[in-house]
């Protein structure tokens, strides 16, 4: 009998991060594509991406932001799946485990479905501002456009997403101008 190997780091990594970060990772998918199948192919192919020459020397929280940032630039580069795959409707109300959840179920799909009015890089954009927190700027960082080009994502964003839905309150100024400071997470040989 051959004695059992020892797990690969990155595998012992991949798992750990499945295991904690999993929710809050296909959660930012769903936020990115607008569809849950969608969002279990970016999630996955984002794992394979980030780990498939290895990584297990990462920390659980770079790993983490090596995955989002694969999945912020797939999801920006697009429509990649589009002619291997026909898209499904993104006005159908997720599945919900428990029915008691029925108003954030209306409300996620109430989001998804005015995130899908928005182009790849105005949705990616959005995302980057409302559910990770960061400004212009550090939107701009993270995915190497220009501060000026994400402001006007930004702000064409915010303009289709008030003609809309004006009810939701949404400030244009906030959008553009606003968010945290963002200090990028610093990777051993990895360019930022």
Not at 125 to 139: F, K
Request: positive net charge.
């Amino acid at each position: 009998m051959r004695p059992r190997a020892a797990a690969k780091p990155w595998a012992v990594t991949v798992d750990a991060l499945i295991r904690e970060r999993g929710p809050a990772l296909f959660g930012y998918a769903v936020a990115l594509t607008g569809d849950r199948h969608a969002a279990e192919d970016l999630l996955q192919d984002a794992l394979v991406r980030t780990f498939k020459r290895g990584r297990g020397d990462a920390s659980l929280n770079e790993a983490h932001a090596f995955v989002k940032r694969a999945m912020q630039t797939a999801a920006i580069d697009g429509h990649r799946r589009a002619s291997a795959r026909p898209s499904t409707p993104t006005d159908v109300v997720p599945d919900s485990p428990s029915p008691d959840h029925a108003d954030a179920v209306a409300d996620r799909s109430a989001l998804i479905q005015a995130l899908s009015i928005l182009s790849p890089r105005e949705r990616a954009c959005i995302v980057m501002r409302y559910v990770d927190g960061l400004s212009a700027v550090a939107i701009a960082e993270e995915t190497g456009l220009t501060a000026g080009t994400v402001r006007k994502y930004l702000s064409d964003a915010m303009a289709r997403l008030q003609a809309r839905h004006g009810d939701w309150g949404l400030d244009t100024a906030d959008a553009v101008a606003g968010g945290g400071r963002h200090v990028p997470v610093a990777t051993k040989g990895a360019a930022r």
